[in-house]
């Protein structure tokens, strides 16, 4: 395990636990950018060099900014409020995703890797642009395109959901309207 | 051909509310005249197959236009085109008339897929589609208890014949490996020798037949059918779905023809149901059932020709009582509604005054299913008549039976003339003459039922419908009669008709004498047949139904009680439905865990 | 093969934890994106073992499903934020049985 790796792993579980612990909701937030932004920095250290920095921009950058942004509109800073109806979760909780950490260990510990390190290296070429494009563009084309929609799809979900009217039929908008006026 | 009014069924169908006005029956009217057209351009052109290669495993799904599938698809869209104009003007103020012409449309689709399949299965396929569209138009008005019960009636009588169709396909395939028609006919041609259970094929079949055409002992439905508009008494009951029988029957010539026992049995059932129709059809006092019942007795005298071997003869008659048949009802639609909804001849009488138009052309109907001399029907009847004769599975006796039925139907179709035209009108309100649009299909229903004898005469004329027919018919050894034969049975028969024409005149205006108002009594209610079927079949199967019945309330007590301990067990799981979403998480991550360690020490 | 697999693993379970104690609605989805990265950066340890390109690809879309879900999810709670004016799942309890 070389000093980097180290490193990362230990920021990435730090931020990790901030983000799920923190009773501060921006806290928590930023804890998760931190931690997007470190494992960002892992994806390129592992041969995917053009991952990495959409993990970062995408993630560490756009999508965290939403998040903020809704915690900040929403007045959501602080966490927790009001009484735990389920107290016995969090005893719980925690001991479930303990095992399932140890399940997920064991799992992983009788794996050995196929490939010599520097055979698969050399297969990614770096994990650029370049690489990926050719695949994403190639083989998985449809999927690109599903997901492209799938996209337009949010987009026009979350305008409808979050538009003011909504809830209200055309009829009550035009009575209302005219009411005003 | 069959996609047009399949097309025109759709668009009416899902769409058949934002048709405004008449547009509806307009647009079904021209799909089907787009298949005529179709048709006479394929035929024409030499006919045209279609194939769909394993359909199912080993048949296909084939389509022949022949010249008899031709023929009977050009009767088919010819006559349908004319009843689907006459309906324009007869359900113009019905509000479902959109639905109306999708169900007719939907007929006429099913019809020529019947009629052009050149494979049992997908002649089956239009069988059971013209039945259903036949259930849905008798229950047309299903708002009235009757007429559903009709339309019921009509169905389930019709799949006592179509099980025997079924069996008799199964057969076939069993002994031949295919149900294809040209094929089993190459078959039947090349082998000399009949498998065994041929003969029984065969009568399964013609069990079909029966059904479906209303013969005896399955003629029950076709009365009670009227319940429809009358269009669709027109359409499905005279000219097109009861002779799909005997289409069945001439498509399946090369196996008739070897079938002298069951050919003999067509004739004989063929010839009672004709006596039987003949005979009930004087008693009944409503418009359409006489008409209906005489139908009954036509298709008997089809079936007997088809039964000696005659086949194009019964198909000649096919057509001739198309014509005819469909003018009768049509002007019977006309005189109903002229007289708005009444349907009893009792109540009419003397319309030839009101309705000149019409009463033409009920008294060409009534003369041509009569017999009368040169008219269509008076070619087609006694070409049957000469056929039993000289046919080879005919005889003497089918020939005087023939005969005196021939007189009972001049009987008949005159009383049903003189009843409805003749004498003083007996109703109230004042009838008044159908629209153009109504008129217009009986002008040339009119002419078709007073020359279409004439595609057809006997020696020494032409003869155009045997030679058309020809090719995709059995041919069978024919001795010929004789011309003079010929033409002195053929006087015979007119003197009948003629003979029984005046009778009924002389009969029905006047006074009836005692004896016939006896026999009356017991043709009105057509021999009780009816009656008999309700408690020999019907009451025993309703006891039965009552048992099971019975039965099935213990079962559902069973059953209760073990919805009672599912719903104790779904109390308890109730329980763990919270409403808290965390929890549920909770579960499905205990899920996962569980899941992944299964995997994992497996 | 990669140790990042092991705290991808470490993540995963972190993001479980968040998911069943945290009780905004915000703060889980959060939890949730984690679960995602620490998905995400198996495929990529995953691609680094086997030399595929496929799984960064697969990866790639991952992270674009991944805005996709926020933006929908997010309008949601913005949603039934405005109705009740809380963030807390434990209040959206009409559906108990």
Redesign the interface.
């Known amino acids: ?1 070389s000093a980097f ?1 180290f490193i ?2 230990v920021l ?2 730090f931020t ?2 901030i ?3 923190s009773q501060n ?1 921006v806290h ?2 930023l804890g ?1 950018a931190a ?2 932004v470190v ?1 960002g920095t ?2 390129m250290s ?3 060099r ?2 990495g920095w ?2 970062i921009i ?2 560490a950058g ?2 965290m900014v ?2 903020i942004f ?2 900040m ?2 007045f ?1 800073a602080r ?4 009484v ?3 107290p016995w ?2 005893n ?3 001991a ?6 140890a ?6 510990s ?6 010599a390190g520097t ?7 770096g ?1 650029t642009a370049k ?2 494009g050719s ?2 563009w190639g ?2 084309l449809y ?2 395109l599903l ?1 492209a929609a ?2 337009l ?3 026009v ?6 538009h003011p009217d ?1 809830g209200q039929s055309r009829a009550e908008r035009e009575a209302s309207r005219g009411g005003k006026a | 051909m069959i996609l047009l009014p399949l097309l025109g069924f759709l668009v009416l169908g899902l769409w058949g509310r934002s048709f405004k006005g008449q547009s509806a029956g307009v647009l079904a009217s021209l799909m089907v005249l787009g298949s005529f057209v179709l048709t006479l351009v394929l035929l024409f052109g030499g006919g045209a197959s279609f194939e769909v290669k394993d359909w199912l495993p080993g048949i296909p799904f084939a389509l022949l236009l022949d010249n008899l599938a031709g023929y009977m698809a050009l009767i088919v869209t010819g006559i349908g085109f004319l009843i689907h104009v006459y309906a324009i003007g007869y359900m113009a103020d019905d509000p479902g008339k959109s639905r109306f012409f999708a169900y007719f449309n939907f007929f006429i689709a099913m019809m020529l897929t019947l009629v052009l399949a050149d494979a049992y299965p997908v002649m089956f396929i239009g069988w059971e589609g013209v039945g259903l569209a036949s259930f849905l138009l008798i229950g047309f008005w299903f708002e009235d208890q009757k007429n559903a019960d009709s339309a019921r009636k009509a169905f389930i009588v019709n799949r006592i014949g179509d099980l025997g169709f079924l069996l008799g396909m199964a057969l076939l395939y069993s002994l031949f490996g295919t149900l294809q028609i040209s094929e089993l006919r190459e078959i039947m041609e090349k082998s000399l020798v009949l498998p065994a259970g041929l003969g029984l094929a065969g009568l399964l079949l013609f069990i079909g037949a029966i059904g479906k055409s209303a013969q005896l002992p399955l003629m029950v439905w076709l009365p009670d059918a009227m319940a429809g508009p009358t269009p669709v008494s027109a359409l499905i009951h005279a000219a097109t779905m009861v002779t799909a029988g005997v289409y069945l029957l001439a498509r399946s010539s090369f196996l008739y023809a070897n079938l002298p026992d069951v050919s003999y049995w067509i004739a004989l059932i063929g010839l009672l149901t004709a006596l039987y129709g003949a005979l009930s059809a004087l008693g009944q006092w409503d418009i359409k059932r006489i008409v209906a019942y005489s139908t009954i007795s036509q298709l008997g005298y089809m079936f007997l020709a088809a039964g000696v071997g005659a086949y194009w003869i019964a198909l000649f008659h096919v057509m001739t009582h198309a014509f005819y048949k469909a003018l009768l009802f049509l002007s019977s639609g006309s005189v109903i509604h002229a007289l708005g909804g009444e349907q009893d001849v009792r109540k009419m009488g003397g319309l030839k005054k009101y309705l000149p138009q019409t009463h033409i052309h009920g008294l060409i109907g009534a003369l041509s299913l009569a017999g009368f001399p040169l008219f269509a029907g008076f070619w087609s009847k006694d070409a049957i008549l000469a056929s039993t004769l000289n046919y080879p599975f005919g005889g003497y006796g089918f020939y005087l039976v023939g005969l005196f039925t021939a007189f009972l139907t001049a009987l008949y179709a005159m009383r049903w003339y003189v009843l409805v035209f003749l004498g003083d009108f007996k109703g109230q309100g004042h009838p008044h003459e159908a629209p153009p649009v109504m008129a217009w299909p009986n002008h040339l229903l009119a002419v078709g039922a007073a020359l279409a004898g004439f595609l057809a005469l006997p020696e020494p004329f032409w003869n155009l419908i045997e030679r058309f027919l020809a090719p995709s018919l059995w041919h069978l050894e024919v001795e010929p009669l004789g011309t003079a034969t010929e033409w002195g049975l053929l006087l015979l028969s007119s003197v009948v008709a003629i003979l029984g024409l005046f009778a009924g005149y002389r009969l029905f205006l006047g006074r009836l004498p005692d004896a016939y108002l006896a026999f009356q009594r017991a043709a009105e209610s057509a021999f009780y047949v009816d009656w008999l079927y309700n408690t020999l079949i019907v009451g025993p199967l309703k006891e039965l139904a009552f048992g099971f019945g019975l039965a099935d309330r213990g079962l559902d007590r069973g059953y209760v009680r073990l919805g009672g301990g599912v719903g104790l067990l779904g109390r308890l799981l109730a329980r763990l439905q919270g409403g ?1 979403v ?2 549920y998480a ?1 579960f499905v ?2 899920a ?2 569980v899941f ?2 299964w ?2 020490v497996r | ?7 991808s ?10 998911v ?5 609605a ?2 889980i ?3 949730v ?2 679960m995602l ?1 620490a998905a ?2 198996a495929l ?2 995953f ?8 799984a ?6 991952v ?10 999810g ?6 039934v ?1 405005r109705m009740r004016s809380s ?2 799942v ?1 209040d959206l309890s009409e559906l108990r049985g």
């Open positions: 395990m790796d990362a792993t990435l579980l990790g636990f983000a799920v612990r909701a928590a937030a998760l931690n997007f494992l892992v994806y592992l041969d995917a053009f991952l959409v993990q995408v993630y756009a999508i939403l998040f809704v915690v509109l929403l959501a966490a927790e409020v009001g735990d109806p389920l979760l969090k719980w909780g925690a479930v995703a303990a095992v399932f950490f399940t997920l260990t064991y799992a992983l009788a794996a050995k890797a196929p490939l055979t698969a290296a050399a297969l990614l070429g994990g690489a990926v695949v994403l083989t998985w999927a690109v997901v799938l996209l799809v949010a987009t979900a979350a305008v409808v959901l979050v909504q | 808290y965390r929890v909770f991550v205990v996962a865990t992944v360690l995997g994992v | 093969m990669s140790d990042f697999l092991f705290v693993a470490a993540l995963f379970a972190l993001g479980v934890y968040g069943l104690t945290r009780r905004s915000i703060l989805f959060m939890s994106e984690l990265g995400n950066l990529v340890a691609a680094r073992a086997y030399g595929s390109l496929e960064q690809t697969v990866g790639l879309l992270i674009a499903l991944a805005a996709a879900e926020v933006a929908v997010l309008g949601l709670v913005v949603a934020f963030t807390a434990d």
